[in-house]
Antibody, heavy 118, light 109 residues
Framework: EVQLVESGGGLVQPGGSLRLSCAAS????????MNWVRQAPGKGLEWVSY????????YYADSVKGRFTISRDNAKNSLYLQMNSLRAEDTAVYYC???????????WGQGTMVTVSS | DIQMTQSPSTLSASVGDRVTITCRAS??????LAWYQQKPGKAPKLLIY???SLESGVPSRFSGSGSGTEFTLTISSLQPDDFATYYC???????????FGPGTKVDIK
């Protein structure tokens, strides 16, 4: 079964850090572009970051540029999001999503909740 | 950055109705548009990619059309399982990002 499973969410104070992980299974992870997407409580979807299949190309939304770092380990079939200098407005469910056909998001994880609060 | 708008923001409909949702881009995105369905507490589900290509396993009552800056998602005969929020998304606009529209909630009339 093709599957993405996120982990690493939790409660963190403003200014703190958190590292999210996304474990992939059921497909050749190293062949696919990957993304992080977030959704604040009661709000819409916001694309956060993109990484190419090899990891050589990376993009970020302006809202997280300079604070978040996306990475992947193809040997471990895993995607990561290092989040530093967290703000209250970063509070959201974070999803990892597989990119296909020029990066439409065809497979999504179940999401992991990140709450930034003192 | 490319901005996406959707209309309406909320749509009340009955089972069996034909439903159309419109998505507009602030500049041409060719056919690089996807549609997603999301139910409360669940991850989004890809319905349509490249404006009009039906994702595998998605019922044929869903269809997409458009190119350039104006796109539509049509549900030919609304089913009980279709009450959800629908998002459009522009993609393949490296490095400008992959912007989602604000969403259209389809609820029961």
């Amino acid at each position: 079964e093709v599957q993405l499973v996120e982990s690493g969410g939790g409660l963190v104070q403003p200014g703190g850090s958190l590292r999210l992980s996304c474990a992939a299974s059921g497909f050749t992870f190293s062949s696919y572009e990957m993304n992080w997407v977030r959704q604040a409580p009661g709000k819409g979807l916001e694309w956060v970051s993109y990484i190419s299949s090899s990891g050589s190309t990376i993009y970020y939304a302006d809202s997280v540029k300079g604070r978040f770092t996306i990475s992947r380990d193809n040997a471990k079939n895993s995607l990561y999001l290092q989040m530093n200098s967290l703000r209250a407005e970063d509070t959201a469910v974070y999803y990892c999503a597989r990119g296909v056909a020029a990066n439409a998001f065809d497979i999504w994880g179940q999401g992991t909740m990140v709450t930034v609060s003192s | 950055d490319i901005q996406m708008t959707q209309s309406p923001s909320t749509l009340s409909a009955s089972v069996g109705d034909r439903v159309t949702i419109t998505c507009r881009a602030s500049q041409s995105i060719s056919s690089w548009l996807a549609w997603y369905q999301q139910k409360p507490g669940k991850a989004p589900k890809l319905l349509i990619y490249k404006a009009s290509s039906l994702e595998s396993g998605v019922p044929s009552r869903f269809s997409g059309s458009g190119s350039g800056t104006e796109f539509t998602l049509t549900i030919s005969s609304l089913q009980p399982d279709d009450f959800a929020t629908y998002y459009c998304q522009q993609y393949n606009s490296y490095p400008r990002g992959f912007t989602f529209g604000p969403g259209t909630k389809v609820d029961i009339k």
